[in-house]
């Protein structure tokens, strides 16, 4: 890879400047921060990608400056409700949408839609329903541990190991609703139900198919995907890849079942009271995904790219260490690190903690091999200092010849 001179002078001189340096030199990492200057809490150098954990992701100025607006005003919040979602679905290509506290609660709402409708008194019974069509069937594969979501509504979850057991077990009488993971479909494995093959199922039975496709951004063209497929409910975050207020979510499909939803969730007295989202975040998720619906998706890969090629060639000429940059299937750049533990006697998980308790402390995904670095949470600049803080880690840790 080529790079320009003065960006690998750069990176050069920061490497060489790397034992010197002390935490003030090290500006928020090292602890101008406010969770450092308030709590003592070490903000974390990001080399991963928008996880909930750990902050989500970075919103944009406008989106701040939107919400701080919003916070000059009070409006009707059922009246916002329906306004936001109907430009939401606009966007995402449904009949309808409403906005969520975080895709938890899209998840829920979505199931509590599903097993109520607009029935008043089933609304009220719920998380505990007491008629027979409470199951929602989901194939082993494509559950994870956030489908507890649906069992929070108050369903039961049966869970199948393939397509014919899952199918044998669609009931009209007792089946209120399919369950599919969309992240099934970025490594596909044979068995494992299509997210097409769920719609399918569901429009041969009659059964509302729910896709969780929280996390499925990019590719941005997943924010229509699932309802073009004919999908009835599809649950994005409003954080992650929109860069929204990540306490908020989005529940977009059937017009029926978005206003069974909006029954249940607040200021309404139901399931969802909890699960409050106010209009400062509403207001910054509309901003947010109005903005992502008009980016240049290709020119922002190409900046997170930029970053992980720039990495992986500064991190080579460490001894027994490897840096690699591919393409994942998301469709964007990452850096593939492995060490050889004859050199760097540390093994996968122990570098990662080492890294995470270190100063500046560092976080990637990391496994028993090694590890991948990704660049799409990083603000300009900290491509540059986790170069600095790998470098200097895998040196350190290596034998002497």
Same mark, same amino acid.
């Given at each position: 890879?080529?790079?320009?001179?003065?960006?690998?002078?750069?990176?050069?001189?920061?490497?060489?400047?790397?034992?010197?340096?002390?935490?003030?030199?090290?500006?928020?990492?090292?602890?101008?921060?406010?969770?450092?200057?308030?709590?003592?809490?070490?903000?974390?150098?990001?080399?991963?990608?928008?996880?909930?954990?750990?902050?989500?992701?970075?919103?944009?100025?406008?989106?701040?400056?939107?919400?701080?607006?919003?916070?000059?005003?009070?409006?009707?919040?059922?009246?916002?409700?329906?306004?936001?979602?109907?430009?939401?679905?606009?966007?995402?290509?449904?009949?309808?949408?409403?906005?969520?506290?975080?895709?938890?609660?899209?998840?829920?709402?979505?199931?509590?839609?599903?097993?109520?409708?607009?029935?008043?008194?089933?609304?009220?019974?719920?998380?505990?329903?007491?008629?027979?069509?409470?199951?929602?069937?989901?194939?082993?594969?494509?559950?994870?541990?956030?489908?507890?979501?649906?069992?929070?509504?108050?369903?039961?979850?049966?869970?199948?190991?393939?397509?014919?057991?899952?199918?044998?077990?669609?009931?009209?009488?007792?089946?209120?609703?399919?369950?599919?993971?969309?992240?099934?479909?970025?490594?596909?494995?044979?068995?494992?139900?299509?997210? &097409?093959?769920?719609?399918? %199922? /569901?429009? =041969?039975?009659?059964?509302?198919? !729910?896709? $969780?496709?929280?996390?499925? #951004?990019?590719?941005?063209?997943?924010?229509?995907?699932?309802?073009?497929?004919?999908?009835?409910?599809?649950?994005?975050?409003?954080?992650?890849?929109?860069?929204?207020?990540?306490?908020?979510?989005?529940?977009?499909?059937?017009?029926?079942?978005?206003?069974?939803?909006?029954?249940?969730?607040?200021?309404?007295?139901?399931?969802?009271?909890?699960?409050?989202?106010?209009?400062?975040?509403?207001?910054?998720?509309?901003?947010?995904?109005?903005?992502?619906?008009?980016?240049?998706?290709?020119?922002?890969?190409?900046?997170?790219?930029?970053?992980?090629?720039?990495?992986?060639?500064?991190?080579?000429?460490?001894?027994?260490?490897?840096?690699?940059?591919?393409?994942?299937?998301?469709?964007?750049?990452?850096?593939?690190?492995?060490?050889? &533990?004859?050199?760097?006697? %540390? /093994?996968? =998980?122990?570098?990662?903690?080492? !890294?995470? $308790?270190?100063?500046?402390? #560092?976080?990637?995904?990391?496994?028993?091999?090694?590890?991948?670095?990704?660049?799409?949470?990083?603000?300009?600049?900290?491509?540059?200092?986790?170069?600095?803080?790998?470098?200097?880690?895998?040196?350190?840790?290596?034998?002497?010849?």
């Amino acid at each position: 890879m080529r790079f320009l001179r003065r960006e690998m002078f750069t990176a050069a001189a920061l490497l060489n400047w790397a034992p010197k340096l002390k935490a003030r030199d090290k500006g928020p990492y090292g602890g101008r921060s406010i969770y450092t200057r308030m709590l003592g809490i070490r903000p974390i150098v990001p080399c991963r990608g928008h996880t909930t954990a750990f902050g989500g992701s970075l919103m944009p100025e406008e989106v701040l400056r939107a919400m701080n607006e919003a916070n000059d005003y009070f409006v009707d919040l059922v009246e916002l409700q329906r306004a936001a979602g109907k430009r939401i679905a606009e966007i995402m290509k449904t009949e309808a949408a409403v906005v969520s506290a975080g895709s938890f609660s899209a998840m829920l709402l979505g199931c509590a839609a599903c097993l109520t409708g607009t029935d008043k008194q089933k609304i009220e019974a719920l998380p505990h329903p007491t008629w027979p069509k409470r199951e929602v069937l989901i194939q082993k594969a494509h559950r994870i541990y956030y489908d507890r979501a649906y069992r929070a509504a108050g369903a039961i979850v049966r869970e199948f190991e393939t397509k014919a057991e899952f199918e044998r077990a669609i009931n009209p009488e007792t089946t209120v609703m399919l369950a599919a993971l969309a992240s099934t479909e970025q490594n596909p494995k044979p068995g494992v139900m299509t997210v &097409r093959e769920y719609v399918d %199922l /569901g429009k =041969k039975h009659g059964i509302p198919v !729910l896709v $969780d496709a929280a996390s499925e #951004l990019p590719p941005s063209t997943n924010m229509t995907r699932f309802a073009a497929m004919g999908a009835d409910l599809v649950v994005i975050s409003g954080g992650k890849g929109v860069l929204g207020p990540q306490s908020s979510g989005m529940l977009a499909g059937r017009k029926d079942l978005i206003e069974a939803a909006l029954m249940h969730s607040s200021p309404n007295p139901n399931i969802g009271r909890g699960m409050k989202v106010g209009k400062e975040e509403i207001i910054g998720l509309l901003v947010a995904l109005e903005r992502y619906h008009n980016l240049d998706h290709d020119s922002v890969q190409e900046s997170w790219n930029r970053k992980a090629r720039y990495m992986a060639e500064a991190l080579q000429g460490i001894p027994g260490f490897t840096a690699k940059y591919r393409i994942n299937p998301q469709g964007f750049g990452e850096v593939r690190i492995d060490w050889d &533990r004859k050199v760097i006697p %540390l /093994g996968g =998980k122990e570098a990662a903690t080492k !890294l995470y $308790d270190g100063d500046p402390r #560092l976080m990637y995904y990391d496994d028993d091999e090694g590890g991948v670095l990704q660049t799409r949470s990083m603000k300009d600049g900290d491509e540059i200092l986790a170069v600095r803080i790998l470098a200097r880690f895998f040196r350190e840790n290596a034998r002497k010849a």
